[in-house]
């Protein structure tokens, strides 16, 4: 029987530039890091997937982590069974060994590389350096630009409310979901993650990868300002307080606010993900003064509007900086030999199936 495969986002395009939550792919009892450093185009991320592969088809269950700026590749495998990573140690997610030998180490890709072919193509290589870095200031500036218009929407229609019965529904929900649930003696951190991003080829939600064991979820649905966050982080910080294992996803463009929760001990899932709209539905909409919102219509419209736009420019520009990224992979390809890249793969898969006896 083949294991699961789940896809989660380690880090995102935000309005305050590249956000990481990598310290959360990794376990607190990690048995092995594999912290693989290179070039664009030299392997990394084949040598992940290839290794994710195996090990799905070995009936281990495998979490792997897309890259935002590049949601075809990996930046990091976790073998959760055998308490393995592997990931991608380069910009911007720079990673280096903390417990060097003992837990993590360093493989690198550049023993494979043809350093006088790379040599040959440098002021290229260079010029797309460039070209990239710019594409991102460029990008990330218009998701500043967004960063206002989405708190003035949140404005607005919190503004129209009614945050007195939702506080009081919000609690009635969490007396009922925890009702029958008993403290556990032990302290319960929660892991932060994405489950959506901003990419190159637009907005992409994983929602129904990332919340696949879920016995039951909960569709969260309300606009920007409803309250969704506060409704959610009210019921995640219940869970942790009863030491029950937490996971929190955050909205790409202000992390600071979360679009879903799974409590994995008791199989619940709370999201504002569209994919699960046809779920058990908690209208926040039934809290809004329709009177009040209506004076704020043309300015909401407006707001979205610009909003939207925003974001798009955003990702046009991620787009180009994965053109220019190509580019230099292009450079990398040939002056790799993947053979030995391929033999690497061979002796780190009989490495980390070594780790099922530890």
Known sequence: MKGKIRKIF?????????????????PKDVKRIFCLKGGPGVGKSSLMKKIAREFVDKGYDVEIFPCSSDPGS??????????VVLLDGTSPHVVDPKIPGAIDEIVNFGDFWDVDKLENNKMEIMQCNKNISSCFQRAFKYLKAAEP???????????????????????????????DVENKEELS??????????????HIDYGDSLLQDAKKVYYLDGKIGYGKTTFLKRIYDRAVQKGLKVEVF??????????????????????TSSLFESQNRIDLERFIDNEKINQYKE??????KILDEMINYAISNLKKAKSNHDIIESYYIPSMNFEKADELKEQLVERILKYEDK
Not at 189 to 202: D, S, W
Request: proline fraction near 4%; charge should be negative; avoid cysteine.
């Open 10 to 26: 380690p880090g995102a395009n935000t309005s305050n530039g590249f956000y990481s939550y990598f310290d959360y792919i990794i």
């Open 74 to 83: 990996l930046d990091a495998v976790l073998i959760k069974k055998l308490k």
């Open 149 to 179: 218009i989405f708190y003035d929407l949140e404005s607005k229609n919190s503004d129209a409310m009614d945050f007195g019965k939702l506080n009081k529904f919000t609690e009635e929900f969490i007396e009922e979901l925890f009702k």
């Open 189 to 202: 951190v929660a892991r932060h993650l994405f489950g959506t991003a901003i990419t190159p080829i637009g």
């Open 250 to 271: 955050h909205y790409p463009l202000i992390p600071q606010k979360i679009e879903s929760i799974m409590i994995n001990d008791l199989g619940i899932a709370i999201t």
């Open 299 to 304: 300015e909401i419209e407006f707001d979205e």
